[in-house]
């Protein structure tokens, strides 16, 4: 299955630029469909984590569906990404016991509150909705980090590395949307987010 997600993931990619669109919309959620049911097929020690791993992945997929439709259904997007932050959140906290990186936490935020400000004003009516977004994907590469610095599971450096990639994907997708857009944003934002999606399924299905 593995050929399969990787196949599919380069198909979405290139059906950007050439199509055919009936291969763009078919193509798009089926990596992350594929890896959910992976991740269900490798059970491991720490049930909970490849649960809320797989139900991250799923709704992912339907945020996938939402976004691309024809008419598109942004704030139903984004509230499925909204819960599949929580989730991921919540399966990284399962790998340790205590906060310890508050600095790390402070940077964070920092960051993220010099981006907002610079998306902010073009973000319209959507400055609640991508504040919301923004706090909870700050909060899941937080314990991402957190998991990869201090659990003992040392799959968690799958978590870490996928939840950056992940930000990265979202940060150049926010840029293409509300400041400036570009022929291979897309590109850039499809490659990252299914590369991130990969890594963080490796944490559940390798962790042992």
Known sequence: MWFAVVSLSVMHIL????????????TKPLPTILLT????????????YTVAIALGLLLSSLGDIFLMLPKERFRAGLGCFVLVQVLYSYAFALTFEHYTHWLLLLAILLL?????????????????????????????????????????????????????????????????????????????????????????????????
């Open 15 to 26: 059906s950007i630029s050439y199509g055919p669109r009936w291969l763009f919309y078919a």
């Open 112 to 208: 993220g509150s010099i981006i907002y400000l610079l998306l902010l004003p073009n973000l319209k009516k959507e400055k609640w909705t991508i504040a919301i977004y923004l706090i909870v994907i700050l909060f899941m590469i937080f314990n991402a980090i957190e998991a990869w610095q201090t659990s003992e599971f040392k799959a968690m450096v799958f978590a870490g590395v996928g939840a950056i990639i992940f930000v990265l994907s979202d940060l150049v997708l926010a840029i293409d949307r509300f400041r400036a857009s570009s022929d291979f944003s897309r590109h850039v934002v499809m490659f990252t987010y299914y590369t991130a999606q990969l890594l963080i399924a490796l944490s559940a299905i390798l962790m042992i």
């Open 37 to 48: 049911a992976i991740v269900l097929l490798n059970p491991t020690s720490l049930e909970n």
